[in-house]
């Protein structure tokens, strides 16, 4: 079936430092691909998306390529900030599915 | 700001009991999901509403019931709650492509 494996955490980086967070997917099909963002005591806000192959998502500085070749899709940022700190969600949806499946998603902690 | 409210935003239950969730979707968002994320995981689908028909469900077993209203709000029914079913559960509206996700209900077992 559909998965979604991405990297643990927690991803403890300083302010202006290079992000990456990898995200690789098993599915059949052409599934989109998505990143949400969980702040702390909050639900899901997406974050980007892309639904074919070679697609970029892109927002709020960061993005992520739909890569199908390596079946991946990882979020990068090239400088993070303070406020970017929270858990960060890949997610696939399937073809004729509106149903997500997410990763276990990855904690970002960015220190001053 | 998604549109998509939930309500209670906590709720602590006792083993054996029952309990209601509810959703607003966002206006016009015809289909309705509710996903269980359990501390430190990803949200796992629960089932899906779409013009207040059940239109998919996932691994979760027939004590997690559902409903969709004409107005597209929707209700998470939980029975005979167990420990393990203490998570923070979410809701989704969607119209299309893209899902918009209220900020869930935090329920606790004890």
């Known amino acids: 079936g559909n998965s979604v494996t991405q990297m643990e955490g927690p991803v403890t980086l300083s302010e202006e430092a290079f992000l990456t967070i990898n995200c690789t997917y098993t599915?059949?099909?052409?599934?989109?691909l998505f990143w949400y963002v969980q702040y702390p005591g909050e639900g899901l806000q997406l974050l980007l998306k892309?639904?074919?192959?070679?697609d970029k998502g892109s927002n709020k500085g960061f993005e992520a390529t739909y890569r199908k070749e390596t079946t991946s899709f990882h979020l990068e940022k090239g400088s993070v900030q303070v406020s970017d700190s929270a858990v960060y969600f890949c997610?696939?949806?399937?073809?004729?599915?509106?149903?997500?499946?997410f990763g276990t998603g990855t904690r970002l902690q960015v220190f001053p | 700001e998604t549109g998509v409210t939930q309500s209670p935003t906590h709720l602590i239950k006792t083993r054996g009991q029952q309990v209601t969730l509810r959703c607003s979707s966002q206006?016009?968002?015809?289909?309705v999901s509710w996903y269980q994320q359990a501390l430190g995981q990803g949200p796992q689908f629960i089932f899906q509403?779409?013009?207040?028909?059940?239109?998919g469900r996932g691994n979760f077993p027939p004590r997690f019931s559902g409903l969709q209203f004409p107005n597209y709000s929707s209700e998470l029914n939980v029975n005979a709650l167990e420990l393990d079913d203490s998570a923070l559960y979410l809701c989704?509206?969607?119209?299309?492509?893209?899902?918009?996700f209220g900020q869930g209900t935090r329920l606790t077992v004890v």
């Open positions: 997610a696939l949806r399937g073809d004729n599915t509106d149903k997500l499946i």
């Open positions: 509403y779409y013009r207040e028909e059940e239109n």
């Open positions: 206006s016009g968002h015809n289909t």
């Open positions: 892309a639904t074919k192959a070679d």
């Open positions: 989704a509206s969607s119209l299309g492509s893209e899902a918009f």
């Open positions: 599915a059949t099909g052409y599934p989109s």
